[in-house]
């Protein structure tokens, strides 16, 4: 799974918008747009608080597709 896969996976399982996305990770909505649609990647910390989330809920990646 892509990064752009992963991110926009768990936002829409957390049942959030990319405005409320981007409120957890503490960055602008136009950087989460970035992020799923490829153009940007996600720095090492945002990555680290998708895996603590994915963690959280004990998702594994094949649930989380």
Request: aromatic share 4%; net charge positive.
């Amino acid at each position: 799974m892509t990064d752009k896969e992963l991110i926009k996976t768990v936002r829409l399982k957390l049942r959030r918008n990319q405005t409320e996305f981007a409120k957890m990770m503490n960055v602008d909505v136009g950087t989460v747009s970035r992020w799923e649609r490829g153009l940007q990647r996600p720095h090492m910390v945002h990555l680290r608080k998708i895996d603590r989330i994915v963690r959280k809920h004990q998702w594994n990646l094949e649930e989380v597709k």
